[in-house]
């Protein structure tokens, strides 16, 4: 496994790769990997000649009250994770060579990037939109896996890939969750032991709005409702939002729904001073 | 040489070239074709063993009070001359075609593309950087050709770039001028007869600031002083900026500068109803 941290020569190795004739896969990450960041290389190995895995905490997608200087660094351990899930090469670049000093450039995708996680992290989708260009253009992938973890995430950069005509396909892989539903996530590692257990409320609201949607006749509004109630009875846990969307925009559903329709809940809420955020895909009985 | 309108097919004719191992270029146009475009097909084909030119005339980079809906359209012509010139593939696709109806996400570069052109015209960079991020990304060249006569936006394209890491090499080509000195500009079909005389103004300015500035101990804001002063005293030219920049920045230039300093001059006037703009590489004495 090679590991480089200058993006000209990833862009060498891995052109290198598709004129060989290999079809290459990126799994971005930010590191601290956990399971389903595994998942993910997984996939991709099945899929792909040659793997890329990314490796960067990309400081412009953290708001200046965020958690940038302490998100969990874990370098040593990732790479060792990435050469048992059999990737080629990991880019892990540092910040002044991902970002020029006199760097000015961002894209910015609009209304998909104004609601939930962007209302919350006010400029967080244009770091996210402008580090994954680069990171394509750097890695050259054919395929690009995302983690259905970042919903919305996983939607902008489609969106990202569709409007700028990027020659990547873009792949979401499930959740990956602990036994007792908690959607892995590199910031599960600040949960003291208490908050581990408040924190298990997420996937266990997004459970009860998928059994209230199967019901015949459910009402969006009222499943919301519900959700949320059982969400703000959680001591320790300070709701930031729970709704029911169109998986396609994260457009509020309409009042009435038909059988079948499909939908997606979104929760975020902070336990102590972590923010976690999960969601399910439902469908409406 | 082939016609194709739909990106998909355009990306996956590049891709073939490539992948038999050609170098690739890309010369894009709004259509209207002169000899400024030919010369950069031209160069384009002796570097390259598979020329694309693409041909849209972009409405997200004219403003609404400007003239996108008069601007020059001779696609028959144009496809002459680039066959003449050796191109390939021509790509000129529909605005549907490069623009979904939802479509929501633009590349902004930032203090380059407030000066001068940015300042006069509102958002014609925002435009300009994603139709030519589009264009790169289906066009897929090594190589894509770019005329000086657009100074700044040859500046914004190379920032966007080397910050995005799209992995293109762009080429500048000289500006070609008429016998009188008029750079080529599609824009110039407008000129009335005396207009066109008028319009030679902007050349000859700009060669007046290049004997300036050849001249032992020249002072920039003299130089520029005497190039705006010829320019206002012409008839029927309506003057929006004629400056002296840092050709890499575009930011003013110090008051004194040593001798064999770079500099750009840049010019930008209305003669009747049409906006014409010009520059000019200078080196102080």
Sequence with gaps: MLVESCPQKTWQHVTAARQRGLLTGCVPTMGALHQGHVSLMQRARTECGYVTATIFVNPTQFGPQEDFSKYPRTLQADLQLC?????????TPQADQMYVADAETTVQVGRLTTVLEG??????????????AKLLMITQPHKAYF???????????????????????????PIIREPDGL???????????????TAVALSRALRLAADLCSQPAAVPAEVERQMRQMLLQTPGLELQYAVLADPDTLQPLPERVLSGARAVGLIAARVGSTRLIDNLLLSFG
Tied chains: 1, 2.
């Design 147 to 173: 983690g259905q973890k970042d919903f919305q995430q996983q939607l902008v950069v489609r969106r990202m890939v569709r409007d700028l005509n990027i020659p990547v396909e873009i792949v979401t892989c």
């Design 83 to 91: 050469e048992q899930a059999g990737v080629d090469l990991v880019f």
């Design 119 to 132: 209302a919350h992290r006010p400029g967080h989708f244009d770091g996210v939109t402008t580090v994954v």
């Design 183 to 197: 959607a892995m996530s590199s910031r599960n590692r600040y949960l003291s032991v208490a908050e581990r257990q």
